[in-house]
């Protein structure tokens, strides 16, 4: 069984910062990637940031120069720091985890969490 837990949205005023927390458990060989997304209301889902095992980073345009992702690999942990946020910010955030199960086997898998909401009020 793997468990994804989100910490950290909440209600903040334009300008302000949030820090977003995403650990890992259970049932997990590595880690290759950990990201971010994010769906407001009637939009798709889409990639905010992400970072590799390596930590290499990509980051959505809209969020570049505001938002910092990164990683504890011995935590299983991705961070979304998140300054600067505007009302557009506002959305459920998601985090997503592409590993391996098991040791012995090249399979891997996407997993999601259950998303905690970001409210960026003007």
């Known amino acids: 069984q793997v468990q994804l837990v989100e910490s950290g949205g909440g209600l903040v005023q334009a300008g302000g910062s949030l820090r977003l927390s995403c650990a890992a458990s259970?049932?997990?060989?590595?880690?290759?990637?950990m990201g971010w997304y994010r769906q407001a209301p009637g939009k798709q889902r889409d990639l905010v940031a992400s970072?590799?095992?390596?930590?290499?980073?990509n980051y959505a345009d809209s969020v570049k120069g505001r938002f910092t992702i990164s990683r504890d690999n011995v935590k299983n942990t991705v961070y979304l720091q998140m300054d600067s946020l505007k009302p557009e910010d506002t959305a459920v955030y998601y985090c997503?985890?592409?590993?391996?199960?098991?040791?012995?086997?090249?399979?891997?898998?996407?997993?999601w969490g259950q998303g905690t909401q970001v409210t960026v009020s003007s």
């Open positions: 997503k985890m592409n590993y391996r199960p098991n040791s012995w086997s090249r399979s891997v898998l996407d997993y």
């Open positions: 259970g049932r997990i060989s590595s880690i290759n990637v």
């Open positions: 970072i590799t095992s390596g930590r290499n980073t």
